[in-house]
C-alpha cells in the first residue's frame, strides 16, 4: 500500500512539496445525487421553490467552492483553476450532479471537482427543504481524472 504524503517520517501531518513535480494539463470529474420525491422534483421543473431556482444557484455555488477549495481542504494545494464547470441535471430519482475542473498545474484538480459537486448538492437541499424535508445526498465520487503520474476512469 502506498504511503499517506500528508504525514512525515515521525507521523506529523505537513504540506506535501510539489515543486519539483512538473507541470502538466489536469483534468478531474466528479459527481453526486440529491435525492428527492416525486412532488419535489415537480416544483423544481414547475419553478415554484420558495427560494428560486436551485440547479441554476447550485451551478453557481459549486462553480465558486471549486475556486474555494484550498481554503476549505487543510492541505490542499492552491491551484489556478482554467475551468471550473457544474451541470445539475433533473432525473426520476431527483438531481444529478456533475462537475468539470481544470487546470495546468503540478498537482490534480480532483478535490476541486469533489467539493464542486459537495456545494452544489448541499445548495439543492438548502434551497429544497421548505419543500422536503428527507432530502438525501448520496454517491459523490470521482469519475475521472487525467494528467499526473496516472490517469483514473471510474469502471462501474
Request: glycine share 6%.
Given at each position: 500500500?502506498?504511503?499517506?504524503?500528508?504525514?512525515?517520517?515521525?507521523?506529523?501531518?505537513?504540506?506535501?512539496?510539489?515543486?519539483?513535480?512538473?507541470?502538466?494539463?489536469?483534468?478531474?470529474?466528479?459527481?453526486?445525487?440529491?435525492?428527492?420525491?416525486?412532488?419535489?422534483?415537480?416544483?423544481?421543473?414547475?419553478?415554484?421553490?420558495?427560494?428560486?431556482?436551485?440547479?441554476?444557484?447550485?451551478?453557481?455555488?459549486?462553480?465558486?467552492?471549486?475556486?474555494k477549495?484550498?481554503?476549505?481542504?487543510?492541505?490542499?494545494?492552491?491551484?489556478?483553476?482554467?475551468?471550473?464547470?457544474?451541470?445539475?441535471?433533473?432525473?426520476?430519482y431527483?438531481?444529478?450532479?456533475?462537475?468539470?475542473?481544470?487546470t495546468?498545474?503540478?498537482?490534480?484538480?480532483?478535490?476541486?471537482?469533489?467539493?464542486?459537486?459537495?456545494?452544489?448538492?448541499?445548495?439543492?437541499?438548502?434551497?429544497?427543504?421548505?419543500?422536503?424535508?428527507?432530502?438525501?445526498?448520496s454517491?459523490?465520487?470521482?469519475?475521472?481524472?487525467?494528467?499526473?503520474?496516472?490517469?483514473?476512469?471510474?469502471?462501474?
Amino acid at each position: 500500500m502506498t504511503e499517506l504524503s500528508h504525514y512525515d517520517e515521525s507521523g506529523r501531518v505537513r504540506m506535501v512539496d510539489v515543486g519539483d513535480k512538473p507541470t502538466s494539463s489536469r483534468t478531474a470529474v466528479a459527481s453526486g445525487k440529491v435525492l428527492l420525491k416525486p412532488e419535489t422534483i415537480a416544483a423544481i421543473r414547475d419553478r415554484a421553490t420558495p427560494k428560486g431556482d436551485p440547479l441554476e444557484i447550485a451551478r453557481i455555488a459549486g462553480i465558486m467552492a471549486a475556486k474555494k477549495t484550498p481554503e476549505l481542504i487543510p492541505l490542499c494545494d492552491q491551484i489556478n483553476l482554467s475551468k471550473a464547470v457544474v451541470t445539475a441535471e433533473i432525473t426520476e430519482y431527483g438531481v444529478r450532479l456533475e462537475a468539470t475542473a481544470k487546470t495546468t498545474s503540478q498537482t490534480g484538480v480532483e478535490m476541486e471537482a469533489l467539493t464542486a459537486v459537495t456545494v452544489a448538492a448541499l445548495t439543492i437541499y438548502d434551497m429544497c427543504k421548505a419543500v422536503q424535508k428527507n432530502i438525501e445526498i448520496s454517491e459523490i465520487r470521482l469519475e475521472s481524472k487525467t494528467g499526473g503520474k496516472a490517469d483514473y476512469v471510474r469502471e462501474d
